[in-house]
Nanobody, 120 residues
Framework: QVQLVESGGGLVQAGGSLELSCAAS????????MGWYRQAPGKQRELVAV???????NYADSVKGRFTLSRDNAKNTVYLQMNSLKPEDTAVYYC??????????????WGKGTLVTVSS
């Protein structure tokens, strides 16, 4: 079993910054992909930023240049540095990881989510 534990959400004024972190723990053989999605009220969950299996990083167009995804492989942790936050960034942010729990078996996991509120 694998757990994703998120932290770092909160309330911030427009133009401010926040950093989210997500740590994976448990029966991890390797991590294929890991990153962040978000869901605003009344909207569908959308990709924010993710490390792909090849090691590259994909960002949503709406966050490019403002958000930076980084990772600490030794800690199985990813960080999302969010700068120049806008009210439209307000959402519940979910960590997602596709994890190989054995040589033969991959499982996709979601964190419980952390709320980011950006006031105007």
């Amino acid at each position: 079993q694998v757990q994703l534990v998120e932290s770092g959400g909160g309330l911030v004024q427009a133009g401010g910054s926040l950093e989210l972190s997500c740590a994976a723990s448990g029966s991890i053989f390797s991590i294929n992909t890991m990153g962040w999605y978000r869901q605003a009220p009344g909207k569908q969950r959308e990709l924010v930023a993710v490390f792909t299996k090849s090691g590259s990083t994909n960002y949503a167009d709406s966050v490019k240049g403002r958000f930076t995804l980084s990772r600490d492989n030794a800690k199985n942790t990813v960080y999302l540095q969010m700068n120049s936050l806008k009210p439209e960034d307000t959402a519940v942010y979910y960590c997602n990881a596709d994890i190989a729990v054995s040589v033969y078996y991959d499982v996709n996991y979601w964190g419980k989510g952390t709320l980011v509120t950006v006031s105007s």
